[in-house]
């Protein structure tokens, strides 16, 4: 419901979702009537985007890009640009997240929004949280977890 009262409040009229993986978020901008942009640096989750857009005649435009060039390829500008799922700290050096915040920035329409999800990572290393959540779909259970190591998190 996030996306559709962001939607609505801000008058989305297209998208662009940064690491959309398996494009949950936007093929459901796509139904609320948003021309919907996805990239990921995953083929195989790029593929799976299509696959699910597909099976929901969802409408979207989706490319294998990584967040250094992604700007190079689509000269779209957008009235929101989505980076969700913790897909940011993915960039690992300052130049690089400058120049990334400065691309979207130059994307976005005058009034257009940036919406970023970041995990707290100063609580999981201060708390060691490891089990981030557990999801049961039939016969599967899906656990989300961290391994902490001495210089990194793996999850």
Not at 7 to 15: G, R
Not at 17 to 28: K, L, S
Not at 56 to 72: G, P, T
Request: with cysteine.
């Amino acid at each position: 419901m996030l996306l559709k009262s962001l939607t609505e409040s801000h008058s989305i009229q297209s998208a662009l979702d940064m690491g959309c993986g398996t494009g949950t978020h936007i093929i459901a901008l796509a139904e609320l009537g948003v021309d919907s942009w996805g990239i990921d640096i995953s083929g195989e989750m790029i593929a799976k985007a299509r696959e699910n857009a597909d099976k929901r005649n969802a409408d979207i435009h989706l490319s294998v890009l990584d967040f250094e060039n992604w700007h190079r390829h689509i000269r779209e500008n957008f009235d929101a640009v989505f980076c969700l799922a913790n897909s940011l700290p993915h960039i690992l050096h300052r130049r690089k997240l400058v120049s990334f915040f400065s691309n979207v920035y130059k994307r976005l329409n005058e009034s257009g929004i940036f919406v970023i999800q970041l995990v707290n990572y100063n609580r999981i290393l201060k708390n060691r949280e490891r089990i981030l959540s557990v999801k049961k779909t039939g016969m599967h259970t899906f656990i989300r977890f961290y391994d902490f190591l001495p210089k990194r998190i793996n999850f």
